[in-house]
């Protein structure tokens, strides 16, 4: 039996969403929100580093920088990011940016704590690209939702999309294709087509859960 409040639609059921109002995330939400997105980013980037792969983005060229010189991951992470940073203060706010420095914070410690307490010896390339990516992407996807990214091309994809409605997706997706591309300099070309899958993976999960219209959260 329907329920009179809700509006059904006779191509796709009964709605879930009774309100079309948006309801703001609460404090409590926001810090919950980030601290997932940003647990969940670094544990992918984890795998992803196990797995001698590379991704697209400020975390991508971490981890290529990384695997050519040796410095560490979460050094290099949060000091390419910080020119981004600077700019999301000027095109995104101050609220932005604050959360925005936070999250990029909270990976490159998260990423020692990964180190110490989940040391990865073996582990199969293409699982750990695949889950990695995955797991990255969900992470950013979270951190969108609560007005925070992980740095770099994410602003700049938030940034266009905002502007011209070109989804945040398919601008990281082209920025991150040229980053795996120069991987072929640093890893072996198996790698970086096993990378390329997965930072395709990665923009899918960002391109088709994160567009204008569709989520009310604020």
Do not use: C
């Amino acid at each position: 039996m329907s329920t009179p409040d809700a509006e059904v639609d006779p191509t796709t059921g009964p709605s879930l969403v009774f309100d079309g109002k948006a309801t703001a995330h609460s404090v409590a939400e926001d810090i919950l929100g980030i601290l997932t997105g940003t647990f969940l980013a670094s544990l992918g980037l984890h795998l992803l580093h196990a797995s001698e792969a590379v991704t697209g983005g400020t975390a991508g060229l971490s981890l290529l920088i990384g695997y050519a010189t040796g410095w560490p991951f979460w050094a290099l992470f949060a000091l390419i990011n910080v020119p981004f940073a600077l700019l999301a203060v000027f095109r995104r706010g101050w609220d932005f940016t604050i959360r925005t420095v936070v999250s990029i914070g909270l990976v490159s410690g998260v990423a020692v704590v990964h180190d110490l307490y989940f040391p990865i010896s073996d582990i199969q390339p293409l699982y750990g690209t695949l889950a990695g990516n995955l797991l990255a992407g969900v992470g950013v996807l979270i951190l969108f939702r609560h007005r925070s990214s992980i740095g770099g091309i994410n602003i700049i994809g938030l940034e266009v999309q905002d502007r011209t409605g070109f989804r945040a997706g398919w601008t990281m997706m082209i920025f991150d294709l040229l980053i795996i591309l120069a991987a072929l300099l640093v890893v072996p070309w198996q790698s970086v087509l096993m990378s390329a899958a997965g930072a395709v993976l990665l923009n899918l999960v960002l391109a088709l859960n994160h567009r204008p219209g569709r989520y009310l959260g604020h």
